[in-house]
């Protein structure tokens, strides 16, 4: 497990003036990315304020040396894929010798002049951000168990959550083709729907273009086929997480999703933060999973790990925000549309991917989990216009006096998380924004 | 679409002799796959009869050239995604090349001498066969209308077949990570199991351990993000077809399906035939795609092309066949469990490409899509053993005295394809069996 260590320490300032007090990005984060400017090829990156440290000049500098170095050079191709592969070691190595050469005063303490530093440092403005990873297999679960009863009691108001869903972590296989970062054009899709009254089936442009607030799960190495991943080390096996938006096209969902799941209504596009937020910077903020309410059944061995349940958990805020073009035009700032904690989670990280590989299931480094939407029980706290509007039952009203079931062309939406805990700096993933074109 | 050709007349004999009267592999088919021999990289071939030829040795050989030269040169990686991503017209070039060099007399016609080609032949028995492509994405589909309802009827008694099922090509996301060649071992799964009279579920190896006898289709050409591929196109954009096994495990599906599909019950393995038969060779076998019942909806425009109608469906006969251990080591042929023909499917392939790119899903070179299980109406047609012994109620009974519900440790299954019609040679796929391991 990742230990606190000084690369945490809350007095930990950067030579980097913009890292100081960034919502995201203090030196206390060191999120791995991958990122290329103009005509320039795409190789890794380590956002620090509004600057990114570019890995593939580090490698070259001479400022590396043993595992770092790997772990810098294997950051250097156009995907994570490589580092990500060589597991938890030489990325914390990394990680200590980044914070290291870019901690006010540090460089020279490291053995490296801050002006030998500062030529690896590329403005974030200037750059285009990719998908940190090339993606093997996506997966979604579902394991924000309010969301489960929120859409179970719209779905299927006589049996919102299944005799299942507290015994196994439901999920099922996404789209990996369609995974992209943060800015990505939130293209309407059409399908095919019928509405319950409707005598058949009509296609065109879907009318019920929803978001869904989730984390999305980055592996790291990954396990052979026939060999389960243990519970006690699925977290070995996890890179970093970051913000995820599961569109979906709730008109299209309701018509083809029996019997065999979702499948159209949510392969047109997900977006995630192109910041990986590595498990060694998420480590201050690791808390003990909420305790199940009583009467809830304990889960089976393969999912149950005393080490998990005590630090399986995140202390992280999540919100989401919503811009329609007539907001934008009248100078208005985004609305809230949610907020609430991450440990709306009923399973965590671990019991995810010890599930998903419980079978014997080939991970690869590079997969992609997503959590599932995570909601609250309350009003404020729900991760999808589904659960807010009751289905467009209740529209919601924005400033300028526009109203809302779904999303509409021109809104715009966006994802920001933020991991709070007492004695530490916060940290956060960046963005996580799609704008909707019809 | 494509033509019946010189490389298809019945007449044509090769100089490889093995091929003459070939099961699967006369010189009609040529189909494409991906071998190595030792420790020799991998890279791309054409079976012929008990033989391989060596399109790495053929691209430097000197005997071919031009849009030939191109796809053979790019069938020289380790796998045949960038032959793929070329498209019909130099595949097509490759094949009415290979076919004149490996025709009777034909190698001299074709400015090339016997002895120039026969160096570039590599025995079948020496080679490992691999995986054709690298698939990005993996999706499976439930075309199969006697399946659905067969299967319908067993989960869904008074509900068999969904309103939906008629004007969807229902179909849901699959695991690409554990699709293996022909051979690969099953190795049981284990898995979460709730017997529907148990109190508690429970983990272990699972017991209903089911074979699915699909076809299943890689994708040549993709389709950028937000650009459906229409259904006159659909076919432009796929290379060819293989056998597929949707290995199943239906006491974990049973327990996990609802609400999201099927996920662990499928994910531990999928095994695929590894010569991928080209849309060129099969051109003979297409027949009219059978009529829709009277009463039955006629397809949205989005999924319904004439032409489509006209030559969507296959002539092509479908085998399952079984052993068991005390079978093999008796020396008792395999039982053949089902026999039918592909044209029991509801949707052509066509309708589920045109389909899943209907809202803009990106699809890429080297993806495959699973047709879902073939099955036909009646007894000794239907494609798994969960039809077969009706949910494991009717046992069968094999030549040894042996009964089975489900596939039992030692078992081998196979699945076989031939297609066959009038005044063409029949051509086949090879072989796509497993073993289950306990």
Redesign the interface.
């Known amino acids: 497990m990742p230990t606190i260590d000084a690369t945490h320490a809350p007095t930990l300032r950067s030579w980097v003036e913009s890292a100081n007090g960034h919502r995201d990005f203090p030196i206390q984060n060191l999120p791995l990315g991958v990122f290329s400017r103009g005509d320039e090829r795409p190789r890794g990156g380590i956002a620090i304020g509004d600057m990114i440290l570019d890995l593939a000049a580090l490698a070259g500098s001479g400022l590396v040396e043993g595992a770092a170095l790997d772990a810098a050079r294997a950051a250097s191709a156009d995907s994570l894929n490589p580092l990500l592969a060589l597991g938890a070691g030489p990325r914390a190595a990394l990680r200590r010798r980044v914070s290291a050469l870019l901690t006010e005063g540090g460089a020279e303490q490291a053995g490296a002049g801050r002006s030998e530093v500062e030529p690896l440092l590329v403005p974030m403005a200037e750059a285009t951000l990719h998908l940190p990873a090339r993606i ?2 996506y ?1 979604d679960f ?1 394991v924000g168990i309010h969301h489960a009863t929120n859409i ?1 009691t719209l ?2 108001p006589d049996n919102p959550l ?1 005799p ?1 869903y507290k ?2 972590p ?9 995974v ?1 970062p943060s800015g990505a ?1 939130v ?1 309407r ?4 729907t ?1 509405a319950p009254d409707a005598e ?4 065109g442009p ?1 009318k019920r273009l929803d978001y869904e607030l989730e984390l999305g799960v980055w592996m790291g190495t990954g396990n052979a ?2 060999q ?1 991943i243990p519970i006690g080390e699925a977290l070995d096996h996890v890179a970093g997480l970051t913000l995820l938006n599961d569109w979906s ?1 709730r008109d ?1 969902q309701a ?10 209504s949510k ?3 997900t977006t995630v933060s192109p910041w990986l937020v590595t498990m060694e910077a998420l480590a201050p903020f690791r808390i003990a999973q909420p305790p199940r309410p009583e009467g809830d ?1 304990r889960p ?3 999912l149950w790990d005393e080490a998990d349940q005590a630090g399986g958990a995140l202390s992280l805020e999540l919100e989401v925000f919503l811009s329609t073009a007539k907001m934008r035009a009248a100078g208005i700032a985004p609305v809230r549309l949610s907020h609430g904690p991450a440990a709306n989670m009923y399973w965590t990280v671990a019991q995810m991917v010890a ?2 590989a ?7 480094t590079g ?1 992609l989990l997503g959590t599932g939407t995570i909601s609250g029980p309350d009003d404020g706290t729900q991760g999808s216009l589904m659960e807010i509007t009751r289905s467009g039952r209740q529209p919601i009203t924005l400033p300028t006096g526009e109203t809302r079931t779904f999303l509409e062309d021109g809104d715009e939406l966006a994802l920001a998380g933020r991991f709070v805990t007492d004695g530490a700096v916060s940290i956060g993933f960046g963005g996580c924004t799609g704008t909707v074109q019809g």
Chains 1, 2 share one sequence.
């Open positions: 093997g297999d997966t579902y179970g779905f299927r299944l299942n015994h196994v439901i999920g099922y296989h996404g789209r990996a083709s369609t992209r054009p293209i899709p059409q399908g095919q019928k058949a089936p009509s296609f879907i086929l026939g389960p096209a299209v018509w083809e999703y029996q019997p065999l799941g979702p499948f159209l392969n047109f596009l059944p089976l061995p393969y599930h998903h419980s079978n014997g299931c080939e991970m690869n997969d």
